[in-house]
């Protein structure tokens, strides 16, 4: 399957899972494919066919941007190494969860969550530690009994009630001796916490971008390299979609971050280095570098943005 079919196909699963999607674009490389929102959940998106094709660096954005839209990142390929991705299983390239285009389809529309997560040696399962040792104390077993039962050790059996995930063969042993469920399902968009130092991470800024400016107004600036927007604005509880460049190359580009920042409910802004007013195009403020250095304070800035509800196209909205 061509990668343009398999984004047909996200975007077709996640209309008809009753999420709003932002548009198709082709800037490449680029570290995400789409924004899809449903009410409070916010998903950004990266479409490929080989799951270990997504590197670090795009991993640390499609990260990055996740989080600052307060969405959760998500991969969907085809296959992984030589072998095609299970349905029903759950990769992770990165730290972030990878699945099949049939798995999404079961967990958003069929509303059927995986169980299965692959790791090194096969896949695994999740189980209610516990559940187990509930099961276990309430037939007067010790760990050594129960690992007997399941060809495991009783230092396995206490890791399992810690919480230690198990082979899918192990846990069906367990449910079929026990004759009830133990095994965990996974929710795909719950947002595990960033690594530790991973929020931290920076990168060179490029010459130019006036971050020292925009860090006088209490802003942060995170660059990005195959994003729309070059850089996500943050500062307080607001976030700003942001490009940078001569007018040529960002209006071109302003009225997608306009769709993306829609589908988000976020800000957008461009700041062009070759022009000297401020306009706005759909919802993104176009405004020269040298007006932006104008500005006052972010109070000013986010005035003349203007409100994250707004829709310019849809006066109901």
Same mark, same amino acid.
């Given at each position: 399957?061509? +990668?343009?079919?398999?984004? +047909? ?10 999420? /709003? ?24 998106? &990266?479409?490929?066919? @080989?799951?270990?094709?997504? =590197? ?5 954005? $499609?990260?990055?941007?996740? +989080? ?35 798995? $999404?389809?079961?967990?958003?529309? /069929? ?41 495991? =050790?009783? #230092? ?12 899918? /063969? ?32 920076? #990168? ?10 925009? /860090? +006088? ?31 040529? &190359? ?7 971050? =306009? ?5 988000? &409910? ?9 022009? @000297? ?41």
């Amino acid at each position: 399957m061509s +990668q343009e079919r398999q984004l +047909q196909l996200v975007t077709s699963v996640m209309i008809s899972a009753g999420f /709003e999607v932002s548009e198709k674009f082709t800037l490449r490389p680029r570290s995400f494919d789409l924004i899809a929102r449903n009410n409070g959940t916010l998903l950004v998106i &990266k479409v490929v066919i @080989h799951i270990d094709s997504v =590197s670090e660096e795009a991993a640390f954005d $499609l990260d990055v941007i996740a +989080q600052h839209l307060g969405g959760v990142p998500l991969i969907v390929g085809e296959r992984a190494r030589e072998a095609e991705l299970e349905r029903g299983a759950v990769y992770v390239r990165y730290g972030i969860y990878a699945i099949s285009v049939a798995t $999404l389809y079961d967990y958003f529309v /069929e509303k059927i969550p995986p169980l299965v997560y692959a790791s090194p040696g096969g896949l695994y399962v999740n189980i209610n530690g516990d559940v187990i040792r509930e099961l276990r104390e309430r037939q007067n077993m010790s760990l050594g009994d129960l690992g007997h039962i399941l060809g495991v =050790s009783r #230092r396995t059996i206490s890791k399992y009630e810690s919480g230690m995930g198990t082979t899918l /063969e192990v846990a069906i042993r367990i449910e079929e001796y026990f004759n009830t469920g133990v095994v965990e399902s996974i929710d795909i968009v719950r947002r595990e916490p960033a690594e530790p130092g991973h929020e931290g991470q920076k #990168r060179k800024v490029g010459p130019g971008v006036p971050i020292e400016f925009l /860090e +006088q107004l209490g802003m942060q600036l995170h660059m990005l390299r195959g994003a729309p927007f070059q850089a996500l604005l943050t500062f307080d509880k607001h976030t700003i979609m942001t490009g940078y460049g001569p007018a040529q &190359k960002v209006i071109k580009r302003a009225a997608l971050i =306009s769709n993306l920042s829609k589908i988000a &409910k976020k800000h957008a802004m461009c700041i062009i280095t070759d022009y @000297h007013h401020e306009k706005k195009i759909g919802r993104t403020l176009l405004i020269g570098e040298d007006r932006l250095h104008h500005i006052r304070d972010s109070s000013e800035l986010l005035d003349l943005i203007g409100d994250v509800g707004f829709d310019p196209y849809n006066s109901d909205s």
